[in-house]
């Protein structure tokens, strides 16, 4: 049997005055996409950074992409893993496009001017290259961080209500990000509150409430 993308075990994260997460318990098979349900403030956003190895968990265990949570090994998973969170992480006084190619050279670890290229126009912004993300559209932006993902082409990919605002061909792109990640054999997690308009991106879907993940993952 294949190994889980992601196995959590009895996970809690602590913090003062509070429990986060209680007693967690989640896995992501290869292939598939799940999205998570959940209350505002029942944790979502701080079980997405347990499994993009950001926070270490206060108790319980876990393995994502086969390093351990809370060892060095993370280290080495992490630029396979595809984060998106409430707001586009853009540098405001940079272009769309200058933006793109910087975190496409980070990732790459190299120049990565006609990838960036590609992805622009994949993602509908090739006219818009030129124009300073703090005069772009929400939307604009999140294009951007989709663009940025279909170049790191993770193994896990993460959404954090990242389809807020977008317009119904921006959707479009949410559904291509999870068949391309999925379709080479990783995992998606996405955490969204509009469930009719997920429910046909994914294979199942989780809830958390009360610290813990109830629901069924197909």
Do not use: C
């Not at 990242?162 to 080479?184: F, K, M, Q, Y």
């Amino acid at each position: 049997m294949t190994s889980p993308t992601v196995s959590l075990r009895s996970v809690a994260v602590r913090k003062p005055g509070s429990l986060i997460l209680r007693s967690v318990d989640l896995d992501l098979a290869p292939g598939s996409a799940t999205a998570l349900f959940g209350a505002n403030g029942s944790g979502k956003t701080t079980l997405l950074r347990v499994v993009a190895t950001l926070l270490r968990p206060s108790s319980g265990s876990g393995v994502v992409l086969g390093a351990d949570l809370g060892t060095a090994a993370v280290d080495g998973v992490r630029r396979r893993i595809g984060l998106v969170g409430h707001e586009p992480a853009l540098y405001p006084n940079l272009t769309l496009g200058e933006n793109l190619e910087l975190a496409a050279s980070i990732a790459l670890g190299r120049p990565a001017t006609a990838e960036a290229q590609d992805a622009l126009q994949q993602v509908g912004l090739a006219g818009a290259a030129d124009r300073r993300a703090s005069r772009s559209s929400n939307g604009m932006r999140r294009r951007i961080e989709f663009a940025r993902l279909l170049i790191l082409a993770p193994d896990l990919l993460l959404l954090d209500e990242a389809h807020v605002g977008l317009d119904p061909e921006a959707w479009l792109l949410v559904g291509h990000l999870i068949e391309e990640v999925t379709g080479r054999g990783g995992s998606a997690l996405i955490v969204a509150h509009e469930e009719e308009r997920i429910r046909p991106l994914v294979d199942g879907a989780v809830t958390l409430g009360d610290g813990v993940i109830t629901g069924h993952q197909e």
